[in-house]
């Protein structure tokens, strides 16, 4: 009886062990565009699985303006959130979750493309998608 309820048990994990191993988003991915001096709509692709993101202005001396969903177009330094140059703490900003669970309120429009613009050509722009 014991042998019985064993081997009962050792089904059961093995069965919990197979979902969670079929997982298949185990982000988080990273993404890296080159943003120029006129906007790229959909620059990162809408995306509602997605949990959190965070926007990094790879540049030494560029600024990087972004904004979400179909409208704004981003305007550099006019219209959306401006990413400092230099790599500096500013240089990143975090939209939603980075635990990859859902983060209410601060991460409504987390899911939206996301659109950018940079001060000068050959601006890198690196996207971190958490799910």
């Known amino acids: ?5 064993f081997l009962a048990t050792i089904a059961g994990l093995i069965g919990y062990i197979g979902t969670a191993l079929a997982q298949t988003a185990l982000g988080p991915s990273m993404t890296t565009v080159t943003g120029g001096a006129t906007a790229t709509m959909a620059a990162l692709a809408a995306n509602p699985g997605r949990k959190g993101v965070t ?30 140059a230099g790599n500096l703490v500013t240089s990143c900003w975090t939209i939603g979750s980075t635990q ?19 001060s000068s050509i050959s601006t890198p722009i690196t996207f971190i998608e958490y799910y």
């Open 100 to 118: 990859g669970v859902p983060n209410t309120g601060a991460g409504a429009n987390v899911g939206a493309q996301i659109n950018v613009i940079a």
């Open 55 to 84: 926007i990094c202005n790879e540049h030494a001396t560029n600024t990087v303006t972004f904004t979400l969903g179909t409208t704004p177009t981003p305007v550099s330094l006019t219209t959306g959130r401006v990413l400092a």
């Open 1 to 5: 009886m014991k042998r019985i309820a």
